[in-house]
């Protein structure tokens, strides 16, 4: 009978020594974390540090918001500035902010006066006469002709007064400048008074303009007025109808960043 072999035990894992270094290794690093924890650290210069980057400064620049021990000598901020002038100070953002607030509120107003108007024409059923809509320059006022004028005539009929009031109330809440347009149709125009369709149509956007300023003691300065006769037809002169819809006088609440120009 043969005799078994004994085998020798093979030892997994690392060497018995290389337990006690990594222990010895850890608490030498509890011992320097004490000392750091139990060291004080400047809160001021800390601070100073972080105001700074928050302010975005040009440490090249601008003074240290930290104080130097041993300060050096050297030439003032203002001269390097000078001299260098290779970065600007950052810009403040406030005045951005200032105008979006005001063109916020510029538009906020304008949508209220539009929800005035649209309340108005329907407590009055005026929509088939007066239309108003929100566009690029602003908010337009549409009238026809049939509830402003007499044919041929300039001078504003007394059912046209109170709807005219309305909006003079409330032009005098808000600052906008405001233009008022005279259209006509294509039929020739020949009086005493309105020699062609071009007086005629810019007599009826004063006449407006007249009514508007001396009821509601308006600024005249925020008015401006263009007589357009008969060269901006909404709808093609081919029947009554339509040159009915095409004698209009518009008024145009303008957006007070818009720079209006002649058409």
Do not use: C
Request: net charge negative.
């Amino acid at each position: 009978m043969k005799r078994r072999e004994i085998r020798k035990k093979i030892d997994k894992g690392a060497p018995k020594w290389m337990v006690t270094y990594s222990d010895m290794v850890t608490l030498i690093l509890v011992f320097f974390i004490l000392l750091f924890s139990m060291s004080q650290v400047d809160t001021v210069k800390f601070e100073a540090v972080s105001d700074s980057f928050r302010n975005r400064m040009i440490f090249d620049f601008l003074p240290s918001s930290v104080p130097m021990d041993n300060p050096a000598e050297s030439t003032s901020v203002e001269k390097q500035g000078q001299d260098l002038n290779e970065y600007e100070l950052p810009v403040s953002d406030d005045k951005e902010d200032e105008a979006d607030s005001d063109s916020s509120k510029e538009n906020d107003s304008l949508n209220e006066l539009m929800v005035e108007v649209e309340n108005y024409l329907d407590e009055n059923a005026l929509n088939n006469v007066v239309s108003a809509n929100r566009s690029e320059r602003g908010v337009v006022l549409v009238l026809q002709d049939s509830i402003l004028f007499d044919p041929g005539e300039a001078e504003i009929l007394p059912s046209a007064l109170p709807f005219l009031t309305k909006v003079g109330n409330l032009l005098a809440q808000i600052d906008n400048d405001i233009k008022v347009e005279g259209h006509t149709d294509d039929v020739p125009m020949s009086s005493f008074r309105y020699p062609s369709n071009w007086e005629l149509s810019g007599a009826r956007a004063s006449s407006v303009v007249r009514f508007l300023v001396d009821k509601n003691s308006l600024d005249e300065g925020r008015f401006a007025i263009s007589g357009y006769s008969d060269s901006e037809p909404i709808v093609p002169n081919d029947n009554a109808s339509n040159r009915s819809k095409n004698r209009r006088v518009e008024i145009v609440i303008l957006e007070n960043n818009i720079v209006e120009t002649e058409k």
